[in-house]
């Protein structure tokens, strides 16, 4: 692992505005810079730069944080290799923290293996453009399916000669160790020898996210020849199939673009699509696809069209994919060729604009295609159109989204002519049942610890309780080092029983005053976000007494680090409209930040309690009528009547 100090070094050193001004165009406004969107298609500028606070906010996606979190959003790289690509930048030299000596072999045998890979990559890259076999017969093959060569050189496709051990003998003298030469299966040797697993075949190298040589595809040229037409490296500790897609890392940026992954078969679809202009492709490498894969493009679109050929087996390949990019929360739609043609053939005989016409027109929504294949084949017999009903609906089954479900459910109804009430039956069948996550707000009994729902970020807007959620973190963040005076509503009693209201002002920190009125209901936040910030926030006020920002943007999780620069970046999203030209002019928040605290508070504890109150009295109505349903309605007075001392406090600060 990459040491806690090179990470330091790493942010300290990196200038936000120089890494992305690499990869976007940025113009100088005020104290921060601003320009196009690198994620969406836009003409005004929304993106904004603060070199000061060393953060970025994309206003048009939503999208923020760190350096290192837009080199993970832009890049799509992982945590640890945007910190190394940020590193060789800016020549830091990466301290590994202390690791056992099995971690360390572990570690260094699978980097050798990438080592060989990479060097065995450039080997037959070079025997395609220089040897003469390798111009003869691999170059030729390659011209000849209509590649350009600035596309065989952009996906390095090479060649692997006729002679048994070639490349075993050369990658020897060049030095690699024999072990890895064998485990990344480049060559396989036994009691006979050893023997190049791809010779006489054209490779196509198959890589990883970041761009690493993970394996091999190799697709043999004889027509006599007693082996397998296409061959993959074997599993390996840096190549496992089900985990790779071909054509993911020169693709990744196109389909983060474009918000939508069209996947093919083989590997020459990807090479020919690509060249055509179609450049949001990839390939699951002929093999059936996986979860695994599915995830991977998950990380840059939820929007996936399955392009297969226009014969019966590849659509039903197509069927058999689809429930497994439902389960994944992904939208899928699949799109067929007509018969004879597949993705490489048909791109190669159509213009760029024929092509993307042709894939917007004829994909059809999963349901759609599934309900026209499988109907033509029940031809009008009952048993087989029942069956047909049922396996839409087991299909229906794996989407997690209750809206879109009802949505598939109402269309199947009126394209396969059976009532909805029936189909929800079967669906309800179908579905295992889970039960609802309730928001847990402890009591002074014990009660058993519940699941919290994440719910997505749109609902901030629509539930108070998230966007309260919010209002907290942003104030901790921006003023949670701040003293400020706080109305206080007192609330004790005389010598005679009777109650007495006293106005008392204190003065104390923000965050001293968040943590304990919120510690006297244990609240426990709904949205995970949300929770992780409050508990860091808090834990650094009382620890170090200061928050540094820099330091809190250090997140591995995009997620945080895009909450924390969107809030501290929401207060000048005026610079980009030129608000103050207008004579509009936004108030400074510091000038009534006590009032914003005990407000959002005080509204956020009162709807808790509210919560509360209606879960305590479900239960009573749902149980019978004990003793301890009278205790509940105990619990539901005090509820209420701390209801409205909170919404006597609250009066008093608006």
């Known amino acids: 692992m990459i040491s806690r100090t090179t990470?330091?070094?790493?942010?300290?050193?990196?200038?936000?505005?120089?890494?992305?001004?690499?990869?976007?165009?940025?113009?100088?406004?005020?104290?921060?810079?601003?320009?196009?969107?690198?994620?969406?298609?836009?003409?005004?500028?929304?993106?904004?730069?603060?070199?000061?606070?060393?953060?970025?906010?994309?206003?048009?996606?939503?999208?923020?944080?760190?350096?290192v979190a837009f080199l993970m959003e832009h890049e799509h790289f992982s945590y640890p290799e945007a910190i190394r690509f940020l590193a060789k930048r800016y020549n830091i030299e990466i301290e590994e923290t202390e690791q056992s000596q099995e971690e360390k072999e572990k570690a260094n045998a699978k980097e050798s293996l990438y080592l060989v890979n990479q060097y065995a990559q450039e080997f037959f890259e070079k025997d395609l453009w220089e040897f003469s076999e390798g111009m003869a017969i691999g170059l030729s093959y390659f011209r000849e399916r209509g590649f350009t060569d600035e596309t065989i050189r952009f996906f390095g496709l090479g060649y692997g000669a006729e002679k048994k051990d070639?490349?075993?003998?050369?990658?020897?003298?060049?030095?690699?160790?024999?072990?890895?030469?064998?485990?990344?299966?480049?060559?396989?040797?036994?009691?006979?020898?050893?023997?190049?697993?791809?010779?006489?075949?054209?490779?196509?190298?198959?890589?990883?996210?970041?761009?690493?040589?993970?394996?091999?595809?190799?697709?043999?040229?004889?027509?006599?020849?007693?082996?397998?037409?296409?061959?993959?490296?074997?599993?390996?500790?840096?190549?496992?199939?089900?985990?790779?897609?071909?054509?993911?890392?020169?693709?990744?940026?196109?389909?983060?673009?474009?918000?939508?992954?069209?996947?093919?078969?083989?590997?020459?679809?990807?090479?020919?699509?690509?060249?055509?202009?179609?450049?949001?492709?990839?390939?699951?490498?002929?093999?059936?696809?996986?979860?695994?894969?599915?995830?991977?493009?998950?990380?840059?679109?939820?929007?996936?069209?399955?392009l297969f050929d226009g014969d019966a087996a590849g659509l039903r390949a197509a069927i058999r994919g689809v429930d497994?990019?439902?389960?994944?929360?992904?939208?899928?739609?699949?799109?067929?060729?007509?018969?004879?043609?597949?993705?490489?053939?048909?791109?190669?005989?159509?213009?760029?604009?024929?092509?993307?016409?042709?894939?917007?027109?004829?994909?059809?929504?999963?349901?759609?295609?599934?309900?026209?294949?499988?109907?033509?084949?029940?031809?009008?017999?009952?048993?087989?159109?029942?069956?047909?009903?049922?396996?839409?609906?087991?299909?229906?089954?794996?989407?997690?989204?209750?809206?879109?479900?009802?949505?598939?459910?109402?269309?199947?109804?009126?394209?396969?002519?059976?009532?909805?009430?029936?189909?929800?039956?079967?669906?309800?069948?179908?579905?295992?049942?889970?039960?609802?996550?309730?928001?847990?707000i402890a009591t002074t009994t014990d009660e058993k610890q519940t699941l919290i729902q994440k719910m997505p970020q749109q609902e901030l807007a629509s539930n108070p309780l998230l966007h309260l959620e919010r209002q907290i973190i942003s104030i901790l963040i921006q003023y949670g080092n701040h003293e400020a005076s706080f109305d206080e509503l007192i609330v004790s009693s005389d010598e005679e029983g009777n109650l007495v209201e006293e106005s008392k002002t204190i003065q104390t920190k923000v965050y001293e005053k968040v943590f304990l009125d919120l510690q006297q209901d244990e609240v426990e936040f709904i949205q995970p976000e949300f929770r992780s910030l409050y508990d860091q926030l808090i834990q650094t006020y009382q620890l170090e007494g200061e928050l540094k920002i820099d330091k809190v943007l250090q997140q591995e999780d995009p997620n945080l680090g895009g909450i924390i620069s969107d809030i501290i970046l929401a207060d000048e999203v005026h610079q980009l409209h030129g608000w103050e030209k207008k004579n509009i002019f936004v108030k400074e928040r510091e000038s009534v930040v006590g009032q914003l605290v005990s407000e959002t508070i005080l509204t956020f504890r009162r709807y808790l309690i509210d919560e509360k109150i209606q879960s305590l009295l479900q239960e009573s109505k749902e149980g019978e009528q004990t003793e301890e349903s009278f205790e509940f309605l105990e619990d539901v007075m005090q509820y209420q009547g701390l209801k409205k001392l909170l919404s006597k406090k609250l009066n008093r600060v608006l």
Request: with cysteine.
């Open 166 to 306: 070639h490349f075993y003998q050369k990658v020897l003298k060049a030095g690699y160790s024999e072990e890895y030469v064998v485990g990344t299966g480049l060559v396989i040797k036994n009691d006979r020898g050893a023997v190049d697993r791809f010779r006489g075949r054209v490779i196509f190298p198959i890589r990883s996210m970041a761009g690493r040589v993970q394996g091999f595809g190799g697709r043999i040229l004889s027509n006599t020849a007693k082996t397998a037409k296409y061959l993959n490296s074997p599993e390996s500790e840096v190549y496992h199939k089900s985990q790779v897609l071909y054509g993911i890392y020169e693709s990744k940026k196109a389909i983060a673009k474009e918000d939508v992954c069209f996947l093919v078969e083989g590997y020459t679809d990807v090479i020919q699509l690509f060249q055509s202009g179609i450049e949001n492709v990839v390939s699951s490498s002929g093999t059936a696809l996986t979860p695994e894969q599915i995830r991977l493009i998950r990380r840059l679109t939820s929007n996936i069209v399955v």
């Open 7 to 67: 990470i330091d070094q790493v942010y300290e050193t990196a200038r936000v505005e120089e890494v992305i001004g690499d990869f976007v165009t940025l113009k100088k406004s005020g104290s921060n810079f601003k320009g196009l969107s690198p994620f969406s298609q836009e003409r005004t500028p929304s993106f904004m730069v603060s070199p000061v606070k060393q953060i970025w906010k994309d206003f048009s996606s939503g999208k923020g944080g760190n350096v």
């Open 324 to 440: 497994l990019i439902l389960e994944q929360g992904m939208n899928v739609k699949i799109c067929s060729f007509p018969e004879g043609e597949d993705p490489d053939s048909f791109a190669k005989s159509h213009t760029e604009e024929e092509i993307k016409s042709y894939l917007k027109t004829e994909a059809k929504d999963f349901i759609e295609f599934k309900t026209d294949i499988l109907l033509k084949e029940a031809d009008q017999d009952p048993v087989k159109k029942a069956a047909t009903v049922r396996e839409i609906v087991q299909s229906i089954s794996k989407i997690p989204d209750a809206i879109q479900q009802e949505i598939y459910i109402k269309q199947c109804a009126e394209a396969m002519e059976v009532s909805e009430p029936v189909l929800f039956n079967a669906l309800a069948q179908e579905q295992n049942k889970k039960q609802k996550p309730v928001r847990k």
